[in-house]
């Protein structure tokens, strides 16, 4: 294989056969049939040799240059002798090399608001939430993909961001190759990847319908979502209907497999445990992988009917087992249901109108291991043992949303969430705390979204949260979006 020649080539040819010509054809009289027969015949033989020569002017430029030669710009010469301009729609490919390619894109999310709440993140859970009053860059994420060789395409998207202290830092998101080319409908993905779990944890932010993340999925699944390094191979059912099924293994430590091995940012090392300071009242302890059974599993299945013309529905049902970090042998479950549907009438204009309902159940159980923590004694001013003793803790939550395109480029959405435990801990009367990590909430958002182009988004959104940790709050945000770039399309 040639190596990688530094070119911008965006060439595109479609071959079209006039089906309602045609039809017009046969339903006429015999001689009319046959002279336009003739003609449609001469147009396709034309079609064909046009296409011919764009392969030649395909396979000339895909060479690399010769000592001398420049590459070709970001304004390309097509076969008719015209110049194309970059279309903002088109790939911005960087490399290709035969079948191999390149393409990059950039997308960012800025907001701008304020909240009731000094402490912003009392009420805004997710990783790339409005995190303070003020602007917040929600993230600015740089994706890379295209295909390796025959056998293998890769994506990798990588995330730049500031924190509330004006830090500035990336993250690597998902970093994956893909085979193309498996028998029986089978795939292998591998890599650093969002786990296929529900709906919401595989998109990314700018496929979202609201600015910020469920309450649920931010606390069962993690501020930044469900994902980590690890495969998984997933099966496209031959069913005549859309009938998918996904097993996955991964890594299940770190704050990207939020209840699971987490350490919680080493709160630890604070020295006593309080339930606010620690989820599940109890500090992290240092665990490690001795074999398969300290990984992390998930698996997902999904399916989708058209219920008419006009409708389509989408269910699944995903699971999620591995260790936690609050003992050896403690283990976390959590599973999930969702449900899509969306209405679009046959004669709709751009995609609108068009009416969507989104909702997502999670249930998950948390076995607490035994623990002994230092607590503060307010008797004598000084510290005290107290001894936990292990328990499962079961939580719930819940989010249902709905948007309405009632125009071209505006939708209307309005979401309600709720999170709640099932079980009261016997920790939190122990340290005469209530744990806030799970103590009940809930959240109602409007939004109304405007859609310029494609390629830019403006939304505005309100939020009232009431928990029983924090009380009431209100929050308005405004979030701009922009893209450059071609992106792929986004998760029915």
Same mark, same amino acid.
């Given at each position: 294989?040639?190596?990688?020649?530094p070119?911008?080539?965006v060439?595109?040819f479609?071959?079209?056969?006039?089906?309602?010509?045609?039809g017009n054809?046969v339903s006429?009289?015999?001689?009319?049939?046959a002279?336009?027969?003739?003609?449609?015949?001469?147009?396709l033989?034309?079609?064909r040799?046009?296409?011919d020569?764009?392969?030649?002017q395909?396979?000339s430029l895909?060479?690399?240059?010769?000592?001398?030669?420049?590459a070709?710009?970001a304004?390309?010469?097509?076969s008719m002798?015209?110049?194309t301009?970059w279309s903002?729609?088109s790939?911005?490919?960087?490399?290709?090399?035969g079948?191999?390619?390149?393409?990059?894109?950039?997308v960012?999310?800025?907001?701008v608001g304020?909240?009731?709440?000094?402490?912003v993140?009392?009420?805004?859970?997710?990783?790339?939430?409005?995190?303070?009053?003020g602007?917040t860059i929600?993230?600015?994420?740089?994706?890379?993909?295209?295909?390796?060789d025959?056998?293998?395409?890769?994506?990798?998207?990588?995330?730049?961001?500031?924190?509330?202290e004006?830090?500035?830092?990336? =993250?690597?998101?998902?970093a994956y190759a893909?085979t193309l080319?498996?028998?029986y409908?089978?795939?292998l993905?591998a890599?650093?990847?969002?786990? =296929?779990?529900?709906?919401?944890n595989?998109?990314?932010?700018h496929?979202?319908?609201?600015i910020?993340a469920?309450i649920?999925?931010?606390?069962?699944?993690g501020p930044?979502g469900?994902?980590?390094?690890?495969?998984?191979?997933?099966w496209?059912?031959p069913?005549p209907f859309?009938?998918?099924?996904?097993f996955?293994?991964q890594?299940?430590?770190?704050e990207t497999?939020?209840?699971?091995?987490?350490d919680?940012?080493?709160?630890?090392?604070?020295?006593?445990?309080?339930? =606010?300071?620690?989820?599940?009242?109890?500090p992290?302890?240092e665990?490690?992988?001795?074999?398969?059974?300290d990984?992390?599993?998930?698996?997902?299945y999904?399916?989708s009917?058209?219920?008419?013309?006009?409708q389509t529905?989408?269910?699944?049902?995903?699971?999620?087992?591995?260790?936690?970090?609050?003992g050896?042998?403690?283990?976390?479950q959590i599973?999930?249901?969702?449900?899509f549907?969306?209405?679009?009438?046959?004669?709709?204009h751009?995609?609108f109108?068009?009416?969507t309902l989104?909702?997502?159940?999670l249930?998950?159980g948390y076995?607490?291991?035994a623990?002994t923590?230092?607590?503060?004694d307010?008797?004598?001013?000084?510290?005290?043992?107290?001894?936990l003793?292990?328990?499962?803790?079961?939580d719930?939550g819940?989010?249902?949303?709905?948007?309405?395109?009632?125009?071209e480029?505006?939708?209307?959405?309005?979401r309600?969430?709720?999170?709640?435990p099932?079980?009261?801990?016997k920790?939190?009367?122990?340290?005469?705390?209530?744990d806030?990590?799970?103590?009940?909430?809930?959240r109602v958002s409007?939004?109304l979204t405007w859609?310029?182009?494609e390629?830019?988004?403006?939304r505005l959104?309100?939020?009232?949260?009431?928990?029983d940790?924090f009380?009431?709050a209100?929050?308005?945000?405004?979030?701009?979006?922009?893209?450059?770039?071609?992106?792929g399309?986004?998760?029915?």
């Amino acid at each position: 294989m040639s190596p990688l020649s530094p070119t911008l080539l965006v060439t595109g040819f479609v071959l079209t056969v006039p089906f309602s010509a045609w039809g017009n054809a046969v339903s006429s009289s015999e001689e009319d049939s046959a002279a336009k027969i003739q003609q449609l015949n001469q147009e396709l033989l034309e079609q064909r040799q046009r296409l011919d020569q764009l392969q030649q002017q395909l396979a000339s430029l895909a060479k690399p240059p010769h000592s001398g030669e420049s590459a070709p710009s970001a304004i390309e010469t097509s076969s008719m002798g015209k110049t194309t301009p970059w279309s903002p729609a088109s790939p911005i490919t960087i490399a290709r090399s035969g079948g191999t390619y390149l393409n990059i894109s950039l997308v960012g999310d800025i907001a701008v608001g304020a909240s009731t709440k000094d402490n912003v993140g009392t009420v805004q859970m997710g990783g790339h939430d409005p995190s303070q009053r003020g602007f917040t860059i929600q993230g600015i994420e740089a994706t890379f993909e295209g295909a390796v060789d025959n056998y293998f395409r890769a994506l990798a998207n990588v995330v730049y961001g500031l924190n509330t202290e004006g830090d500035s830092y990336f =993250e690597l998101e998902e970093a994956y190759a893909e085979t193309l080319c498996l028998p029986y409908g089978l795939q292998l993905r591998a890599g650093q990847y969002f786990t =296929e779990f529900g709906r919401i944890n595989v998109q990314h932010p700018h496929s979202w319908d609201f600015i910020d993340a469920p309450i649920v999925t931010a606390r069962f699944l993690g501020p930044d979502g469900l994902r980590n390094p690890g495969a998984r191979l997933s099966w496209l059912m031959p069913t005549p209907f859309y009938s998918e099924a996904f097993f996955g293994v991964q890594n299940s430590q770190g704050e990207t497999a939020y209840s699971f091995r987490n350490d919680y940012d080493d709160d630890s090392s604070h020295g006593h445990a309080h339930a =606010e300071d620690f989820p599940f009242g109890r500090p992290s302890v240092e665990t490690s992988v001795h074999g398969l059974k300290d990984m992390l599993y998930t698996g997902r299945y999904a399916a989708s009917f058209d219920l008419s013309d006009s409708q389509t529905i989408l269910g699944g049902i995903s699971g999620a087992w591995g260790p936690n970090s609050t003992g050896d042998g403690a283990r976390t479950q959590i599973y999930g249901a969702d449900i899509f549907w969306k209405w679009k009438p046959v004669n709709h204009h751009k995609g609108f109108p068009f009416v969507t309902l989104q909702s997502e159940f999670l249930f998950r159980g948390y076995e607490a291991a035994a623990a002994t923590v230092e607590v503060e004694d307010p008797s004598s001013g000084g510290h005290m043992d107290v001894n936990l003793p292990g328990e499962t803790l079961w939580d719930w939550g819940a989010y249902v949303q709905v948007s309405y395109g009632f125009h071209e480029g505006w939708v209307a959405s309005l979401r309600g969430d709720y999170s709640a435990p099932i079980t009261n801990g016997k920790y939190e009367s122990m340290l005469g705390e209530d744990d806030a990590s799970r103590s009940e909430r809930f959240r109602v958002s409007p939004a109304l979204t405007w859609y310029p182009s494609e390629f830019s988004r403006v939304r505005l959104q309100y939020n009232y949260d009431h928990g029983d940790s924090f009380g009431s709050a209100h929050s308005v945000w405004l979030q701009l979006e922009f893209l450059l770039g071609s992106h792929g399309d986004h998760h029915f």
